[in-house]
């Protein structure tokens, strides 16, 4: 087949057609025309040589050309791709390395197999062209909801016409056990667009907790309009959710606005949900106060928060645990999602005998090491004494304020456990030194004798021992694993150390012994105080 005037026409039509019912651009088309052209005329011609193919996008007519680039003689390998400078300006006087000479050649005839080669290259073009234009269309979308046509069923996983492609549903990704049929409209959520050998794959979701808070934004024009502002979503797909707002604006209730009249804004989602129960709750700055919300409708009697462990401690009214705890600890489990922190739930007569029992373990210690009565014992856990590092270096004048005692009374407190104290630190660095303790740590300021003992029951003997340890390894510290929250026990960390003080302990043992420069230190402290101030401001 031959590229004659009757057919130049028909070039554009078909590139024309293909791009309109592939929806690309048609010069795409017109480009893998011309590439699979060439590589016929390559097969007519000879693959050494570079042939090249253009087709007039007015008229349709195809040239082809042969290319020859001027090399340096020393660099030229191709003699029919390639020619010397001497050679080119034998042909053409003015020209220069780099430049390109053209030389037009007679169009080729396909034969059936040229044909169907040049058949093959444009259909491999226009499926590429057609895959980039879906992933730059979907991946845009990413995100959002979008509605769509059920194709069909493959392994549980539902094949979703989208439009301009396919999106799949994975059995994992639906609502409980719905089932769709061929031709069942459903709404889903972009969850991931990626590209793949096969083309680009969009995952769609039913249970992605995004997918009830971008509901909520269809719903609501005071979400869509950045009144309200959805600050959590936590998700048992199909039985419960949980969703905290804020309003930006105090006239409008989040809560409120998000029910809608009579309800029929969350009725709305609930309907699209399968009808999963959802609890709005108002979002608040203050963990505490956000986490009572997020327990509803269980009444929350104290809350107690330990920030550096990311875990919270929650009382409530004994008749309220199991309120409290949900079905299946559903309830404690979306709150728990919901802030981001571990919650341990006990009823007020748990917190009561917890209470009990830790005045009970004061009172004998301070009993035992102080050498006193029950009633002074206790007197001193009532005024809040928790160790004997606060009863022997507390200011006199506190001591003293405890009804009963005296100025002599105060000081003989302060005497015995100071005694008492100083005898441990002694029996302390006995037991190191019987380990192998060098005295090098030992004097190294900044650690107790307690702690150069347990240092030296965990094989950390010497002060390059103690510089390799990661603050995490001295203070302990949480890891996540599969969601999971882990404690990581430190080797100081009975001793109160934060990754602060482990993290300065160490890059002094660093500096001592010359493996840092102090200047580097110096600087990295003024980042960590940067950031923090950043934090702060945040």
């Given at each position: 087949?031959?590229i004659?005037s009757?057919n130049?026409?028909?070039?554009l039509?078909?590139?024309?057609a293909?791009?309109?019912?592939?929806?690309?651009?048609?010069?795409?088309?017109?480009?893998?025309?011309?590439?699979s052209?060439?590589?016929?005329a390559?097969s007519r011609y000879?693959s050494?040589?570079?042939?090249?193919?253009?087709?007039?996008?007015?008229?349709g007519?195809?040239?082809?050309?042969?290319?020859?680039?001027?090399?340096?003689e020393?660099?030229?390998?191709n003699?029919h791709a390639?020619?010397?400078l001497k050679?080119?300006k034998?042909i053409k006087?003015?020209?220069e390395?780099g430049?390109e000479?053209i030389?037009?050649?007679p169009p080729?005839?396909?034969?059936?197999i040229?044909?169907?080669?040049?058949?093959?290259?444009?259909?491999?073009?226009?499926?590429?062209a057609e895959?980039d234009?879906?992933?730059?269309?979907?991946?845009?979308?990413k995100?959002?909801?979008?509605?769509?046509v059920?194709?069909r069923e493959?392994y549980?996983?539902i094949?979703?016409?989208i439009?301009?492609g396919?999106?799949?549903?994975?059995r994992?990704?639906k609502?409980?056990?719905?089932?769709y049929?061929p031709?069942?409209?459903?709404?889903?959520?972009?969850?991931?667009v990626r590209r793949?050998?096969?083309?680009p794959?969009?995952f769609?979701?039913?249970t992605?907790?995004?997918f009830m808070a971008e509901?909520f934004?269809?719903?609501?024009?005071?979400?869509y309009?950045?009144?309200?502002?959805?600050?959590?979503?936590?998700r048992?797909?199909?039985s419960r959710?949980?969703?905290?707002?804020i309003?930006?604006?105090?006239?409008?209730d989040?809560?409120g606005?998000c029910?809608g009249m009579r309800g029929s804004?969350?009725q709305?989602?609930?309907?699209e949900?399968?009808?999963?129960?959802?609890?709005?709750?108002?979002w608040?700055q203050d963990?505490?106060?956000?986490?009572?919300?997020?327990?509803?409708p269980?009444e929350?009697s104290?809350?107690v928060?330990?920030?550096?462990?990311g875990?919270?401690e929650?009382?409530?009214?004994?008749e309220?645990l199991?309120?409290?705890?949900?079905?299946?600890?559903?309830?404690?489990r979306?709150?728990?999602?919901?802030?981001?922190?571990?919650?341990d739930i006990?009823?007020?007569s748990?917190?009561?005998?917890?209470r009990?029992?830790?005045f009970?373990e004061?009172t004998?210690l301070?009993m035992?090491?102080l050498?006193?009565?029950?009633m002074i014992?206790?007197?001193?856990v009532?005024e809040?004494?928790?160790?004997?590092?606060?009863?022997?270096y507390v200011e006199s004048d506190?001591l003293i304020s405890?009804?009963?005692?005296?100025?002599?009374?105060a000081?003989e407190?302060?005497?015995r456990?100071?005694?008492?104290l100083?005898?441990?630190?002694?029996?302390?660095?006995e037991?190191?030194?019987?380990?192998?303790?060098e005295?090098?740590l030992?004097?190294f300021?900044?650690?107790?004798?307690?702690?150069?003992?347990a240092l030296?029951k965990?094989?950390?003997?010497t002060?390059?021992?103690f510089?390799?340890?990661a603050?995490w390894e001295?203070a302990?510290?949480w890891?996540?694993e599969?969601g999971?929250?882990?404690?990581d026990e430190?080797?100081?960390?009975k001793?109160?150390v934060?990754?602060?003080?482990a993290?300065?302990?160490v890059?002094?043992?660093?500096?001592?012994l010359?493996w840092?420069?102090?200047?580097?230190?110096a600087?990295a402290?003024?980042n960590?105080d940067?950031?923090?101030?950043e934090?702060a401001e945040?």
């Amino acid at each position: 087949m031959a590229i004659t005037s009757a057919n130049q026409l028909e070039l554009l039509q078909t590139a024309e057609a293909v791009a309109r019912e592939k929806m690309i651009d048609p010069d795409l088309v017109i480009q893998a025309m011309e590439e699979s052209l060439a590589r016929a005329a390559k097969s007519r011609y000879g693959s050494e040589l570079d042939i090249r193919v253009k087709i007039d996008r007015k008229t349709g007519r195809a040239t082809f050309a042969r290319i020859r680039t001027v090399v340096e003689e020393e660099l030229l390998e191709n003699h029919h791709a390639q020619l010397t400078l001497k050679q080119a300006k034998a042909i053409k006087p003015t020209a220069e390395l780099g430049d390109e000479l053209i030389d037009e050649v007679p169009p080729v005839d396909l034969g059936r197999i040229a044909a169907q080669s040049a058949k093959q290259v444009i259909l491999q073009k226009v499926r590429e062209a057609e895959r980039d234009r879906q992933y730059d269309e979907f991946k845009d979308r990413k995100g959002s909801i979008i509605n769509g046509v059920v194709k069909r069923e493959e392994y549980g996983n539902i094949i979703v016409d989208i439009g301009r492609g396919e999106g799949i549903l994975r059995r994992n990704e639906k609502i409980g056990r719905e089932s769709y049929r061929p031709n069942d409209r459903i709404r889903c959520y972009i969850k991931d667009v990626r590209r793949e050998a096969r083309g680009p794959q969009v995952f769609l979701s039913r249970t992605d907790p995004q997918f009830m808070a971008e509901l909520f934004k269809m719903e609501e024009p005071e979400i869509y309009d950045g009144i309200i502002e959805i600050k959590a979503v936590a998700r048992d797909p199909g039985s419960r959710a949980k969703i905290a707002v804020i309003s930006f604006d105090n006239s409008i209730d989040p809560v409120g606005a998000c029910v809608g009249m009579r309800g029929s804004r969350v009725q709305a989602v609930v309907n699209e949900l399968q009808g999963e129960k959802i609890d709005i709750i108002p979002w608040n700055q203050d963990q505490a106060t956000f986490l009572v919300n997020a327990l509803q409708p269980a009444e929350v009697s104290k809350v107690v928060i330990d920030e550096e462990a990311g875990k919270i401690e929650v009382v409530v009214p004994d008749e309220q645990l199991s309120l409290a705890i949900g079905r299946r600890g559903q309830n404690v489990r979306l709150a728990s999602q919901l802030t981001g922190l571990d919650i341990d739930i006990m009823t007020e007569s748990e917190e009561s005998q917890r209470r009990q029992a830790e005045f009970a373990e004061r009172t004998k210690l301070f009993m035992d090491t102080l050498d006193v009565d029950e009633m002074i014992a206790q007197l001193l856990v009532s005024e809040g004494f928790t160790n004997l590092e606060e009863v022997a270096y507390v200011e006199s004048d506190e001591l003293i304020s405890i009804d009963g005692f005296d100025e002599d009374t105060a000081a003989e407190l302060q005497a015995r456990a100071r005694d008492y104290l100083e005898e441990q630190s002694r029996k302390a660095l006995e037991a190191a030194r019987a380990l192998g303790v060098e005295e090098a740590l030992i004097e190294f300021e900044g650690l107790t004798p307690q702690m150069i003992e347990a240092l030296a029951k965990d094989g950390i003997k010497t002060l390059e021992d103690f510089a390799t340890c990661a603050d995490w390894e001295l203070a302990g510290g949480w890891t996540t694993e599969n969601g999971q929250r882990k404690k990581d026990e430190g080797i100081l960390e009975k001793f109160e150390v934060s990754l602060e003080e482990a993290q300065t302990l160490v890059m002094t043992a660093r500096v001592m012994l010359g493996w840092v420069d102090p200047t580097e230190m110096a600087g990295a402290a003024d980042n960590a105080d940067a950031d923090a101030e950043e934090e702060a401001e945040a």
